[in-house]
């Protein structure tokens, strides 16, 4: 996409969630692709329709229970993926409640991207995020943010560092503090 990726990487996360596993993102968007003079066309060129049956995977997602319990299992580890600031709760301009959920560790999304808005390497990837998890399984991790778009960040920097699937939960922070009686900690 030409947005930082946001569309795409929920896309990409999307398809793989309902089964299809063939889709793959461009390592800097169409900004890069442009950049480097590739071709481009403006014609709409029809296609012969396809079928695509969904095979949901719902091992790719949990729920905000499954999240209460897992913050507090030592073997699980619960990930917010907003700025620093919105994890601690000092810049809070989307959500009406600032804070993080209580456990959770902090690994920003843009800690994802090398000075020329690509990806890290996946070396460089590898090494930050087998500090952040530790000994814990990839289905252990679980990755939110805002309203579940930059999380998925996470989970692709991870999958593509090759250490396997972490968890999304999509509702993020936007349905944690729907619930007054779920805590909150700034």
Same mark, same amino acid.
């Given at each position: 996409?030409?947005?930082?990726?946001?569309?795409?990487?929920?896309?990409?996360?999307?398809?793989?969630?309902?089964?299809?596993?063939?889709?793959?993102?461009?390592?800097?968007?169409?900004?890069?692709?442009?950049?480097?003079?590739?071709?481009?066309?403006?014609?709409?060129?029809?296609?012969?329709?396809?079928?695509?049956?969904?095979?949901?995977?719902?091992?790719? #997602?949990?729920? !905000?229970? &499954?999240?209460?319990?897992?913050? $507090?299992?030592?073997?699980?580890? %619960? @990930?917010?993926?907003?700025?620093?600031?919105?994890?601690?709760?000092?810049?809070?301009?989307?959500?009406?409640?600032?804070?993080?959920?209580?456990?959770?560790?902090?690994?920003?999304?843009?800690?994802?991207?090398?000075?020329?808005?690509?990806?890290?390497?996946?070396?460089? #990837?590898?090494? !930050?995020? &087998?500090?952040?998890?530790?000994? $814990?399984?990839?289905?252990?991790? %679980? @990755?939110?943010?805002?309203?579940?778009?930059?999380?998925?960040?996470?989970?692709?920097?991870?999958?593509?560092?090759?250490?396997?699937?972490?968890?999304?939960?999509?509702?993020?922070?936007?349905?944690?503090?729907?619930?007054?009686?779920?805590?909150?900690?700034?």
């Amino acid at each position: 996409d030409a947005g930082g990726a946001l569309a795409a990487v929920r896309i990409w996360w999307m398809l793989r969630w309902l089964g299809h596993d063939a889709v793959a993102l461009l390592d800097g968007g169409w900004q890069e692709w442009v950049y480097n003079d590739l071709p481009v066309q403006s014609e709409i060129i029809p296609r012969q329709p396809r079928k695509f049956t969904p095979k949901p995977r719902p091992e790719m #997602l949990v729920g !905000v229970e &499954s999240v209460n319990a897992m913050r $507090i299992n030592p073997a699980y580890r %619960v @990930f917010d993926a907003r700025t620093v600031d919105r994890y601690h709760g000092q810049n809070e301009f989307i959500d009406p409640v600032a804070g993080h959920i209580p456990g959770a560790f902090n690994a920003p999304y843009l800690n994802n991207f090398a000075e020329d808005n690509k990806m890290k390497s996946v070396d460089e #990837l590898r090494k !930050v995020y &087998s500090n952040l998890i530790e000994n $814990i399984p990839s289905q252990n991790i %679980v @990755f939110y943010c805002g309203s579940g778009v930059t999380s998925i960040h996470n989970a692709l920097a991870m999958y593509h560092a090759g250490l396997g699937e972490a968890r999304i939960y999509p509702g993020s922070w936007s349905e944690w503090i729907t619930d007054p009686d779920r805590p909150v900690v700034t």
